[in-house]
Every structure is written in structure tokens, then in C-alpha cells.
């Protein structure tokens, strides 16, 4: 079933089939409701073959088209709106492992910590951007020459990124 159609129901019992050998042999594990991780998103994300990553964001934001582009093939994306909601699921998710056997990472926005915070969450799977939103890699130089490179031959495309930034910051000096 979805979890839509799941949800829809009144006081649902969660149920976890971990393993089944046709024709009767079923490994069920019940899922209890917990204080720091959603049973829904439990249940959504319980059967995952892939690690899971949690994100900040919606389905419909940058954060989570970029992070489908980067990772998909590794991780299952899953934006859970502010920074602290990833930080204490992926805790939570991690936490519980031995429920469902599988591991989450988190990603979070620089936002300007330390370099004891940013460690700190490194130990609990949780990484943080080194710059302050996920957007602002489409600014990083590398990234425009290898985009540049492909719409025009290499030398062109550092004459092209050289003529901006000096347009720009021309035009910036002027303000």
C-alpha cells in the first residue's frame, strides 16, 4: 500500500515486513510511535534498499532537484523541511537500526557554524555545506567552466567567465 492510502486510515497499526519466504513464512516487525521520528516517515522510509539521505527543503525545492541529481543513485532523498528536523532524524533513524538495518546521512545548509559544531555533527552522520545553501554551489567557478565547457570549447569558456566577473564586478563597484 502507499503511504497515502496508509495515513488515510483511522489509528493505523504500522507493520514491517522485513522478509517473506512464499508461501507462509513472514518476518514481521511492529513499528512503534516515537517522540523523535514521524511513524509515517518511519514506514516510508523502513523499506528503503538504498541509505537515506535527509535534506532540508520540500519535494518541490532546489535542495531536493539538486540532491536527486548528485545522489539518487546512492541514497533515498527525503527533504524534511528545516535544519533541525534533519539533524535530530537522521539521529533518530540512525538510531534505530536495529529495527530496520539501514543508515540515513543528513545534509544541512553552512549557516555559519563553528568548526566544533560541524564536527560534531560529522559524528552523527550530519554534514554541513561550506557555503550557507545548496544553490550557491551553482556558483562555485568549477561548476560554471565544466557548464561552460560544454556549451563552448574550453578556451572560450574561461574568456566567457573572465568577461562576466569583470562586468560584474565593474557594475557592482558602481553602486
Known amino acids: 500500500h502507499t503511504i497515502d492510502f496508509i495515513n488515510s486510515r483511522a489509528n493505523p497499526s504500522y507493520v514491517w515486513c522485513k522478509s517473506f519466504t512464499p508461501p507462509e513464512d513472514f518476518d514481521l516487525k511492529p513499528l512503534e510511535a516515537r517522540d523523535d521520528l514521524p511513524i509515517e516517515l518511519l514506514a516510508e522510509l523502513i523499506g528503503s534498499k538504498k541509505e537515506i539521505l535527509f535534506c532540508e527543503g520540500e519535494h518541490s525545492g532546489d535542495d531536493y532537484q539538486i540532491y536527486s541529481v548528485l545522489f539518487s543513485d546512492k541514497y533515498t532523498i527525503r527533504p524534511v523541511g528545516g535544519h533541525r528536523n534533519v539533524i535530530q532524524y537522521t539521529r533518530s533513524f540512525n538510531n534505530v537500526q536495529t529495527i530496520h538495518g539501514n543508515k540515513a546521512i543528513g545534509i544541512i545548509d553552512g549557516d555559519f557554524y563553528n568548526i566544533e559544531q560541524i564536527n560534531k555533527y560529522k559524528k552523527d552522520d550530519i554534514y554541513v555545506l561550506p557555503f550557507n545553501a545548496i544553490e550557491m554551489l551553482l556558483l562555485e567557478e568549477k561548476v ?32
Open 144 to 175: 560554471i567552466l565544466n557548464l561552460l565547457n560544454e556549451l563552448h570549447p574550453k578556451c572560450e569558456a574561461e574568456e566567457k567567465l573572465m568577461l562576466f566577473k569583470n562586468k560584474f564586478f565593474k557594475k557592482a563597484k558602481c553602486r
